[in-house]
């Protein structure tokens, strides 16, 4: 349940009722807002007087449901706004992994070019074997900074593990947390905490569900700048890298108020079928679009079979307009 608690009820108050309900307490907009477990129905008569308005909910999926907020929520990526009725659709590119200053500098000119902002690039590689390119650590993220200060570009870049997520927070305009790290409540917690963008991916197993849980975490911490992104699945289909489900999109726009990203990149797997499938996804009315691209894709140090040429993204990215204008958006 959700409970808006009365303006007249000051803080002290509202912690203690906090603790009745064993709820989260997080404020909106100045006022005390109870998050409890979905399980609660109905409140004591005796609280009523501190209430008013409440939601009951059928499931966790509380903060982030169409059900307690219809209108979707905005969040900040630098400067651009995405989601509420905004229809911008951004488009982030850079490379899978932040390999050196000279690499990750032709990206971000590639993106002042097209007059792109959102400069995306792995410094903490959550890597399937221990022995393949981990990725720059704290050099990376201080590359990706460094790009910032030269462009003014929004740098996001993903966290691996609750062990470096400080300097992720520290380095980066928003944070990203992996298809595989969307469990890691450190991670989670650590977001729920701050003020930046948190975009978190949906694991490759991974429920609708469970998915919108992994954002209650953030959000019923306090922190409502929250995107979903979906990036593929694994299904019994081996051609492809994962399976993109567009369908578990549809659902998310349906049931969910947060903004929500694609990565055809991570889902296809191979670059040639990447532009067809983003323009797919844009003919969605989508808030966003993450794509891998790298100024030589075949020498890239993870998920070289995926990334765009420059060239490739540049063509992408004229091609995107007209899709994103067909269903009201604007690429931005
Ligand atoms: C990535 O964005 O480079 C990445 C590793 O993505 P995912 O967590 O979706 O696999
Ligand atoms: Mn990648």
């Known amino acids: 349940m959700i409970i808006k608690l009365r303006q007249t ?25 109870l998050v409890t477990a979905s ?52 488009l982030i590119g850079g490379p ?32 399937t074997s221990p022995y393949s390119f981990q990725g720059l650590g704290l050099e990376g993220l201080k590359l990706l900074a460094k790009m910032r ?23 980066t305009d928003v944070i990203q947390i992996g298809a595989k790290a969307m469990y890691d409540q450190g991670i989670l917690r650590a977001c729920a905490k701050i003020k930046k963008p948190v975009l978190i991916k949906r694991g490759f197993g991974t429920t609708l569900q469970e998915f919108v849980q992994a954002a209650e975490f953030v959000l019923s911490g306090g922190n409502d700048q929250v995107i979903l992104c979906e990036r593929g699945l694994r299904t019994f289909e ?16 349906e049931h969910c108020n947060l903004p929500v990203i694609l990565d055809p990149s991570h889902a296809m797997g191979y670059a040639y079928g990447v532009p067809n499938l983003a323009r797919a996804c844009v003919a969605m009315g989508i808030d966003g679009l993450l794509i891998e691209a790298h100024p030589n894709p075949k020498v890239a140090k993870s998920d070289a079979s995926q990334q765009l040429n420059h060239d490739e993204f540049e063509e992408l990215y004229r091609s995107l307009h007209a899709v994103a204008y067909s269903v009201g958006y604007k690429i931005v």
């Open 9 to 33: 009820v000051d803080s002290k108050k509202a912690e203690e009722l906090a603790l009745v309900f064993k709820a989260f307490h997080i404020k909106e907009n100045e006022c005390s807002t």
């Open 39 to 90: 399980s609660l129905k109905e409140i004591p008569i005796q609280y009523q007087e501190f209430i008013d308005e409440f939601w009951v909910l059928d499931n966790d999926m509380q903060l982030s449901s169409k059900k307690y907020r219809k209108e979707k929520r905005t969040v900040n990526f630098g400067n651009i706004q995405i989601g509420g009725n905004t229809n911008n659709t951004i």
């Open 96 to 127: 899978c992994s932040v390999e050196s200053e000279e690499q990750i500098r032709e990206s971000s000119q590639l993106l002042m070019k097209l007059g792109l902002s959102a400069l995306r690039g792995g410094c903490y590689k959550p890597r």
């Open 149 to 171: 200060e030269e462009f003014g570009l929004t740098v996001i870049t993903e966290a691996r593990d609750a062990t470096h997520i400080d300097e992720i927070i520290e380095y």
């Open 238 to 253: 081996t051609a492809t890298r994962f399976t993109l489900d567009l369908c578990g999109v549809a659902w998310l726009q």
